[in-house]
């Protein structure tokens, strides 16, 4: 080549060059694509302990706002359209106030036909009863005669065939008497069975009313009106309506079996919503759940270890004016026993 000395060799000389030339490019073209790496303040403050707890021994937790009751899942004990609705997410409810209605044609069709069939009944009892007394009056009237014709001494006084006739009016008026009563008891039978018929079907007739087991507020309304309701339960076996007694609320804190020997039972919890750590109160200590179970309340954290056991305590939130609600994610700080197994310092001054 002439533009190239003669000496020049490329495979020593010019394949570097290349090679250099090559690195100098892809180092641009990385560095080019690095995404900015500034630091920035988190978007949302991580919980932290505050005042005494700060600087004394503590557990934390993660829990879950629940209904002082609990959340109640209400279902229903007839299978039908839902034909009425009363409620809606948001209400309270007093105890046996209506929830919703589930479509009763059917039941008011079974109360009028036993109503009819409890009628005929009566009628048929009015009826025995009146052939009752009229064969046991007839049966009176001919066992009277028949005496008279008895008590006379003079055969040749009455004949022997005007005997023979009082006897079998005697014997007709009573067999007359045993059929109306056994009519009687069977229409007897029959009203009974009507009347059970009856109070069975304005029984279900109530229970297509469902109720509110309690007074609290309803949570959530997966029902419309129109929709076909099976005492199996809706799709997905989702609850027909939940509700709970909100006031006040609760929190269920799940603390990881290896810390749960460290905590105080009885001491007050600090809590705080889910990116609010700034704003924190005082939550009453309720009780501890009797069992280590599983967890099953899940915080999405990256280090978060989902193959352990938790300790639930329960803790009673004060008023807040809105801030916690059914189902959040609040951040919880308990102080701990020591290790001579006594309360911390932070517990005593809290209570």
Known sequence: MALLPENFSFSRQGLPVVAVIALVGAAIFV??????????????????????LAGSPRVAGAGVVEPSSETIQVGTALSGLVTDLR?????????????????????????????????????????????????????????????????????????RAEVIRAEGEANAARERRQLAEARLAAAQ????????????????????????????????VNIRPGEYLSTMGGSGSQAFIEMGETRPLHIRVDVDEEQAPRVALGEPATVSPRGAAERQ??????????????????????????????LQIIYELPDA?????????????????NSAGQRGEAGRAAK
């Open 31 to 52: 560095g080019s694509g690095l995404p900015d790496r500034q630091l920035e303040e988190p978007t949302r403050e991580p919980p932290r302990a505050t005042g005494e």
């Open 281 to 310: 109160v005082k939550a009453r200590f309720v009780r501890a759940e009797p069992r280590v179970v599983p967890k099953r309340s899940l915080t999405n954290s990256a280090a978060e270890r989902v193959d352990v056991r938790v």
């Open 87 to 159: 409620v809606q997410p948001g209400d309270y409810v007093s105890k046996g106030q209506p929830l919703f209605v589930v479509d009763t044609r059917a039941l008011r069709s079974r109360i009028a036909e036993t109503g009819a069939a409890v009628g005929e009944a009566r009628a048929a009892i009015a009826e025995a009863r009146a052939a009752i007394a009229e064969a046991r009056s007839a049966e009176a009237t001919a066992g009277r005669q028949l005496g008279l014709y008895r008590e006379v001494e003079d055969p040749a006084a009455v004949s």
């Open 189 to 220: 039978a029959r009203l009974a069975s009507a009347q059970a018929q009856v109070g069975s079907a304005q029984t279900e007739l109530d229970r297509a009313t469902v109720r509110a087991p309690i007074a609290g507020e309803i949570l959530a």
């Open 321 to 337: 004016d809105g801030l916690f609600r059914v189902g959040q994610q609040v951040d919880a700080f308990i102080p701990a026993r």
